[in-house]
């Protein structure tokens, strides 16, 4: 306790010497201050004048950053909007029309020899063409709720048919529903089967090109890219 209490008074003591000196070293600064003010002042008037251009400058290039985030952000809703609308047109076509209008997205984009199936036992394939290189186009098509989810097993039936029974260059999933689960996608992605659910489907249908939407994974963002088939 007593060591304590000593350490305590010596804790006091420094304190008060700290303040000692820092007041004479203020008193001392304030004096040189007053005695060069002509030489000081230039130099205070420019380092205020910096500060108060820099911190404009700062505060303008943050606004300017969050107005062009706002920016970004409505584009993305009003894309994602329109996406929707041009959805809601498809979600009213029959499985079978679904399929001819994915045919017809195809043709429009250059495949030449389209043909659809339309019929069961196709073996995955429901649309098959030519890009405009003379790759093979090997298309599923999965008219579903938007609420579902691509499964993991229809995606392995497509992968077991695409390239083996139908000699596919580009092996193509599209469907109405808005994403695939995991394991399909992961499935998808190691053998380059291009995943296209409900948002990159809506941007084909608003005219995206579709050698522009082969590049892209199952998730729609676009940042994981498959090698050219």
């Not at 306790?1 to 010497?17: D, F, P, Y």
């Not at 041009?86 to 499985?95: G, I, K, P």
């Not at 030449?112 to 063409?129: C, E, F, M, Y």
Request: hydrophobic fraction near 45%.
């Amino acid at each position: 306790m007593a060591a304590r209490r000593r350490l305590g008074r010596l804790k006091k003591r420094t304190r008060r010497q700290l303040k000692g000196w820092g007041a004479v070293v203020a008193l001392a600064a304030a004096v040189w201050v007053a005695r060069h003010w002509s030489v000081v002042w230039p130099v205070l008037v420019a380092v205020v004048a910096t500060a108060v251009v820099g911190g404009a400058g700062w505060a303008l290039w943050r606004a300017h950053r969050l107005e062009v985030g706002q920016d970004r952000a409505w584009r993305a809703q009003e894309e994602a909007r329109g996406r929707e609308l041009s959805m809601a047109e498809v979600d009213a076509l029959s499985w079978q029309e679904f399929e001819k209008y994915v045919a017809n997205l195809c043709q429009r984009d250059g495949c030449t020899n389209v043909v659809v199936s339309g019929r069961s036992g196709d073996l995955g394939a429901d649309v098959i063409g030519y890009l405009a290189d003379g790759r093979k186009l090997v298309v599923q098509v999965k008219k579903y709720a938007p609420h579902r989810s691509v499964s993991s097993p229809d995606m392995q039936k497509f992968v077991g048919t695409a390239r083996p029974e139908h000699g596919a260059d580009v092996a193509l999933f599209v469907t109405t529903c808005r994403s695939f689960t995991r394991d399909a996608l992961g499935l998808a992605l190691r053998q380059d089967v291009v995943a296209m659910h409900r948002d990159l489907l809506g941007s084909w249908v608003r005219g995206a090109h579709l050698e522009t939407l082969i590049p892209l994974n199952g998730s729609g963002g676009g940042t994981r890219r498959r090698p050219t088939a």
